[in-house]
Structures are given as C-alpha cells and as structure tokens.
C-alpha cells in the first residue's frame, strides 16, 4: 500500500502503537523509518535530522520484521555470533541470557524454530544492540498469551530504564493501552487520527442510541466517529474538543471503541503528533 498522508512526530522515549487493517501501509511506514525504502516525496527524519538508512542512524535503530530472521540452516548460537559481528554495539551476554531463559536451544537450527521463538530470537537480537529507536512489525502475532504478556512487560522495562523509544505495529488492539503512550491510525495509507492515548481517550465518548439522538447529544460541538444505519440503535463514538462534564448519556471510550470506529469510517484528514 502506497503512503499519501502521513504527517507525525514520535516523542522521544514513547511507544507509539502503528495500527489499521491489512494493507492499511502500516509496513511501508515502518520500512521508511527503518531506512528499507526511500519515500518518494515528503521526508522522514530521525533523531538530529538523520536520514533513515544513513550509518548515522543505522547504529541507532533496530528493525524486527514480521517474518523475523530469514530461516536458516545455522543454529541459533551462531545467529548471535553473526549478529556481534555486525554491530559496534553489542551484549552478547545479555542475548545468550535472554534466549536461555526462553528455553530457546542455542544448538537448534533457526530453521527449526517455531514462529514464536524466530519471533523472540529477532527481539533479543535487536534488544542486544542497545538501540535509541526500536521498531517492530507485529511482534505479537506469533507470541502466546503469556510469552505477549511478558513481552509487553519487558519493553515498558527497557522504555522506562534507557529511555528507548518504540514504535511497534499490532492488531491487539486491547494489549497496546498497556503498553502505549502514543497511537497512530492508518487507513488506506493516510493517518486518520494520531496523537497521546490519554487525551484521545479523553476526547472520544460512547453514547447509545440512534444518528440522530447522537447529533442531539453533541449538538454541533462534536462529530459522530462510528456511523452505523441511522436509525439502527447503536452504539456510537462522539468526538468532542471538549467533552460536556457530567452528561449520563455518555460513557468513557475505550482504546478498542476509538480504533474500530475510526478503521470503519475515518472522516478526517492526517494530524500531525506534536511532542
């Protein structure tokens, strides 16, 4: 999917959750600021003006693709071995300790991995080089419940101790309001809402009822997100500048509640995230 209108900052030290649809041009995205691919207009820039892709910036981000490492017949010790010596930054210990506590067999053939463990080798990989900037596409889709969990616990750990900034892509929309500080919506290669979860939350209500109750209740000082039939009884996302204090008719929005019903209908335009 080609990129039309994607205009974001990513506060330094956040983690930004990247979500929409199949094709939305969540990894075209992620493969720009990676340096992977050349936009071919507008500009990406990382850090002090880096440009993607530049050995500058290279020493400083680290790239998980979905697939994870390309299989392989080498086992898994030499995958970190390699990976040392292609890096300046490196902690081997630290990887070695990393996928032993996985129980991942550093004599197996990467090939041989399951997707989940190709997807927690490409991770420790990654973490071992200590990176200022971290992406990840779909890091989750492979993992168990618990493995997400734990793995969700461990970013938020190395966010909060180096200061690193993530930016990761995910379908499971309920785990990343654990995770996240920073949302990004892309539908059909435009951003169509971006900016910190706690004031989009903040911003966004529930109210049931049909479209025209929905107009009543934000009576020109809001829009009506989820349009369902109209005359359907319903539940429906209301986006206010300022929400109206205590009105019973509405209830908070969740993470889930904002994302569906802006991937469903995406009336705006691309916003830009200011830090």
Do not use: W
């Amino acid at each position: 999917m080609a990129l039309r209108s994607v205009t974001a900052t990513i506060p330094s030290g956040s983690v930004t959750a990247l979500v929409g649809s199949n094709g939305a041009g969540k990894t075209t995205l992620l493969n720009l600021v990676a340096g992977l691919l050349t936009p071919s207009t507008g500009t990406i820039s990382l850090f002090d003006n880096l440009t993607p892709g530049s050995l500058e910036a290279l020493g400083k981000v680290a790239y998980v693709a979905q697939d994870g490492p390309v299989s392989t017949s080498r086992s898994v010790g030499d995958a970190v071995l390699i990976a040392r010596a292609f890096n300046f930054v490196f902690d081997f210990d630290g990887a070695i300790l990393r996928l032993q506590r996985l129980g991942i067999d550093l004599k197996q053939r990467v090939s041989k991995l399951s997707g989940g463990q190709r997807a927690q080798l490409a991770i420790t990989l990654a973490l071992a080089r200590a990176p200022e900037l971290l992406v990840l596409d779909e890091p989750l889709s492979s993992l168990d419940p618990i493995a997400r969990r734990d793995l969700l616990g461990e970013l938020m750990g190395h966010c909060a101790e180096s200061g690193m900034t993530i930016v990761f892509s995910s379908h499971v929309i309920a785990e990343l309001e654990k995770i996240a500080s920073h949302l990004v919506l892309i539908k059909d290669g435009e951003a169509v809402v971006a900016g910190e979860i706690d004031v989009l939350l903040g911003q966004h209500r529930i109210f049931m009822g049909t479209a025209s109750e929905a107009g009543l209740v934000h009576n020109g000082h809001g829009s009506v997100i989820s349009q369902t039939h109209p005359l359907t009884l319903a539940s429906r996302v209301i986006r206010f500048e300022v929400p109206p204090p205590g009105n019973a008719l509405l209830a908070p929005a969740t993470l889930e509640d904002l994302a569906y019903a802006y991937l469903e209908h995406a009336p705006f335009g691309s916003i830009e995230i200011r830090q």
